[in-house]
């Protein structure tokens, strides 16, 4: 396929390979990459060790959300912005179990119900229920996190969180956040096309990135492959667990996407024939929970278990894959999407490789959700 293009020294013709690609689409959109907001889905909004009786604020899908734990423990999560005259909740001050408004005091139970304002009897003992007050959520604790529910109330099933059972090592799990710059989507396909761990991080040799994967089967709205590389480094994980960083091992890479909030990934080594020495570690699960602040902005929770312990310090560890790793793929999907917004071509921009059908099917998986999220509305 032949395509021509005009430069300063004249007309330059050049030839478009015939490659494998995941679709074929010649007017595709730049905006397919910008994933719609689901609202009926489960979101991380905090680490669960992180909520006590202080007033915190997230933004989540637009609107921002207080949350808190009551006396008894139980998370409360509601509507940050007063009914009265939309002052941030998350300013006020809790009173038992209720919240209080730092502007005029109204006050809310942990449903949202209003039960005091100004001009009210001050009587704790027979609260009236005002005719308004602020939306409630769905909130449950599961693995390390807190998970909220922003769609339909009825809809809310625990049993749908997609968090699996992960190793039980608290010498070797660390819990971290990033804040991304990016539609949602974009880290989606970053986790799931780990063919830039060469070039982004430069973790993995050639060979490694040169071994395509395989889909696996996956739930409905998830998508999951598979790979084995023969031979490979072990590197980065062997030097946070004691191994040799130049050790080869047989490796299994895998991912597993689940609607738009949840990746779950894992590295599964073993020894070369004829080497008898374990492998440390021999598995490294690691999960990231994508909640989309808004359209272009997105919270990113991560939690990383290894199989053998960390030879070092977890705060050294934390800052290693938090500061330092994923800071870089902050910057990539930081620079692709203001590339995105800048956008003024039209007709097909871009070119999917055998990597990108996992992102690409993701990408169709998320908008039908939202076709059905809409309908059902």
């Not at 084995?228 to 946070?240: F, G, P, R, Y």
């Not at 902005?297 to 310090?313: A, C, K, R």
């Not at 099917?361 to 908008?367: G, V, Y």
């Amino acid at each position: 396929m032949e395509r021509v293009t005009r430069t300063g020294r004249g007309t330059q013709t050049f030839v478009i390979p015939e490659l494998p690609i995941a679709e074929r689409s010649d007017d595709a959109p730049p905006q397919d990459c910008i994933a719609p907001l689901i609202y009926n889905a489960w979101y991380v909004i905090a680490l669960s060790e992180e909520v006590d009786r202080t007033l915190r604020v997230i933004k989540v899908l637009n609107q921002p959300l207080v949350y808190y734990r009551t006396e008894a423990g139980e998370p409360i999560v509601l509507d940050d912005r007063c009914s009265h005259r939309r002052y941030p909740l998350s300013k006020g001050r809790l009173k038992g179990d209720t919240i209080q408004c730092g502007y005029h005091g109204f006050t809310y139970e942990k449903s949202g119900q209003c039960i005091w304002a100004p001009g009210m009897p001050v009587n704790p003992g027979n609260q009236t229920k005002l005719p308004f007050g602020v939306r409630s959520y769905p909130a449950v604790e599961k693995g390390p996190w807190l998970w909220v529910w922003m769609g339909e109330p009825a809809l809310a099933n625990p049993a749908d969180i997609p968090l699996p059972e992960l190793l039980d090592r608290p010498d070797a799990t660390i819990c971290g956040y990033k804040m991304n710059p990016c539609n949602y989507m974009m880290i989606i396909e970053n986790l799931l096309d780990l063919s830039h761990l060469h070039f982004v991080h430069d973790a993995v040799d050639l060979d490694h990135v040169s071994t395509p994967p395989s889909e696996v089967p996956a739930p409905d709205n998830a998508v999951g492959w598979s790979k084995i590389v023969e031979s490979t480094e072990v590197a980065l994980a062997a030097n946070l667990c004691g191994g040799d960083p130049k050790r080869l091992a047989r490796q299994q890479d895998g991912a597993f996407q689940y609607g738009p909030s949840l990746c779950y990934g894992y590295q599964r080594r073993e020894p070369l024939a004829g080497d008898n020495e374990p492998i440390k570690p021999e598995l490294m699960e690691i999960v990231h929970a994508m909640t989309p602040v808004d359209e272009r902005n997105t919270h990113q929770f991560f939690t990383m278990v290894m199989s053998d312990p960390f030879v070092i310090d977890k705060a050294e560890v934390q800052h290693i894959i938090q500061d330092i790793v994923f800071e870089q793929d902050v910057d990539v999907v930081r620079d692709i999407q203001t590339y995105v917004d800048e956008e003024t071509r039209t007709g097909r921009l871009e070119f999917n490789m055998i990597y990108d059908r996992f992102g690409v099917k993701m990408r169709k998986i998320l908008d039908d959700m939202k076709k059905r999220e809409l309908a059902e509305a």
